[in-house]
T-cell receptor, first 115, second 113 residues
Framework: NAGVTQTPKFRVLKTGQSMTLLCAQD?????MYWYRQDPGMGLRLIHY???????AKGEVPDGYNVSRLKKQNFLLGLESAAPSQTSVYFC??????????????FGSGTRLTVV | KQEVTQIPAALSVPEGENLVLNCSFT??????LQWFRQDPGKGLTSLLL?????REQTSGRLNASLDKSSGRSTLYIAASQPGDSATYLC????????????FGEGTQLTVNP
């Protein structure tokens, strides 16, 4: 089925380790996003991209980097993981054309634990 | 500050009951509002998208309304079923935020058989 695919689904990291989360969409959406979801804080935007080769900071960007080298992929990197980055990470994509506004499609999430 | 609030945080109802979930937002300058469903340990599934020019959207037993002037949206679920048990989130796309969404914290719904 068409949609947004996230890998891996689960990961445990030690403090200071690095990793990359991969998001892939096959809907030809221009826009892609990375959110984190924490109890009591809801979904917060980390970084987003409005097109291939472009990225921008969201609400909570510190400690993360992103890249969008191909339109269908959006990578989220943690250079030196910290326990505060323990969370569930969601990728999403959307298509906006002119004045038309389309909804978001979300991936199934990556559950990351930093010990 | 642009914020989205959902009250109550949790709701428990008997099967068959009609129910309303509430979402309020602090800035009426919105492009659209979207309702999502999230099952435990899963991602978000889009339920309904209401454009700023619309008053309501319907899908099956679900009906979402939008009142921009009062900063409120409601999600009405008719004849609730145990399978409706999930967390329901609303999200707003503001006119000043490009394509980004601001989410409420959600209402956790439990429908008891």
């Amino acid at each position: 089925n068409a949609g947004v695919t996230q890998t891996p689904k689960f990961r445990v990291l030690k403090t200071g380790q690095s990793m990359t989360l991969l998001c892939a969409q096959d809907m030809n959406h221009e826009y892609m996003y990375w959110y984190r979801q924490d109890p009591g804080m809801g979904l917060r935007l980390i970084h987003y991209s409005v097109g291939e080769g472009t990225t921008a900071k969201g609400e909570v960007p510190d400690g993360y980097n992103v890249s969008r080298l191909k339109k269908q992929n959006f990578l989220l990197g943690l250079e030196s993981a910290a326990p505060s980055q323990t969370s569930v990470y969601f990728c999403a994509s959307s298509r906006i054309s002119g004045t038309e506004n389309y909804g978001y499609t979300f991936g199934s999430g990556t559950r990351l634990t930093v010990v | 500050k642009q914020e989205v609030t959902q009250i109550p945080a949790a709701l428990s109802v008997p099967e068959g009951e009609n129910l309303v979930l509430n979402c309020s937002f602090t800035d009426s300058a919105i492009y659209n509002l979207q309702w999502f469903r999230q099952d435990p340990g899963k991602g978000l599934t889009s339920l309904l998208l209401i454009q700023s020019s619309q008053r309501e959207q319907t899908s099956g037993r679900l009906n979402a309304s939008l009142d921009k002037s009062s900063g409120r949206s409601t999600l009405y679920i008719a004849a609730s079923q145990p399978g409706d048990s999930a967390t329901y989130l609303c999200a707003v796309r503001w006119e000043t935020s490009g394509s980004r969404l601001t989410f409420g914290e959600g209402t956790q719904l439990t429908v008891n058989p």
